[in-house]
């Protein structure tokens, strides 16, 4: 774990028991969205990178009682939040690991997703690159997260920048391409979209690319 990684283990383990009231509106409003963009199948096996309080597991199960979910935080506090949450579920567990040294095997995952993180990623082409290791063929990745195409979020993260050891950069939809073409993907289908005067977000689906594509 590099320094990066453990400040932010450190940060979100002091967050951690008041993170889902202090953000209930970002977190209830982005969430939402998420999940009826996905269009997940009730079959798929999910795997959530950075998966922070299990927010986005509950609403998938709410919709999907019967799909299977891995979901993965630097945070221990933040999972002992997720677990207390899906208590009951079976078909739900939670790991305690980084989003660049994934513990799965090579294709386990029908669908790997990741909301409101990549921002705080210090190494996001090698992320991506475990991704894409654990992903099954044919599987899809979807990312959610800030985009400073929205002029707000540009001044975000500059302030964040200066303000929060945590935070280590924003990226544009076009940036954020880039980098998923770089580790090997196609991007299937990306939207922007605002929640508020503030938060501007963006989503983006892909595949990876047939080998000399």
């Not at 790997?112 to 992903?135: C, G, Q, W």
Request: negative net charge; glycine residues 4%; aromatic residues 12%.
């Amino acid at each position: 774990m590099n320094s990066l990684e453990l400040t932010v283990k450190k940060q979100y383990d002091d967050l951690a028991p008041v993170y889902d009231q202090r953000w209930s509106r970002y977190i209830s409003d982005t969430l939402l969205f998420f999940r009826e963009w996905l269009n997940i199948s009730p079959s798929a096996t999910v795997l959530d990178v950075a998966c922070g309080t299990g927010e986005l597991e509950r609403l998938l199960l709410e919709q999907y009682p019967s799909l299977y979910i891995v979901g993965v935080d630097i945070s221990e506090q933040m999972l002992v939040q997720a677990r207390q949450k899906l208590t009951g579920y079976t078909n739900v567990s939670f790991e305690n690991t980084t989003a660049s040294s994934l513990p799965f095997s090579d294709e386990s995952f029908d669908v790997v997703i990741s909301a409101n993180s990549f921002h705080y990623f210090s190494d996001p082409e090698k992320v991506l690159t475990e991704m894409r290791r654990v992903l099954k063929p044919g599987g899809t990745i979807a990312i959610l997260d800030w985009c400073k195409d929205f002029w707000l979020c540009r001044v975000c993260d500059w302030v964040l920048k200066i303000l929060d050891p945590a935070h280590q950069q924003c990226y544009t939809e076009a940036e954020l391409h880039a980098f998923l073409k770089t580790s090997g993907f196609h991007v299937c289908r990306s939207q922007r979209v605002r929640f508020g005067l503030l938060w501007g977000l963006m989503a983006v689906s892909c595949r990876a690319s047939e080998p000399n594509n």
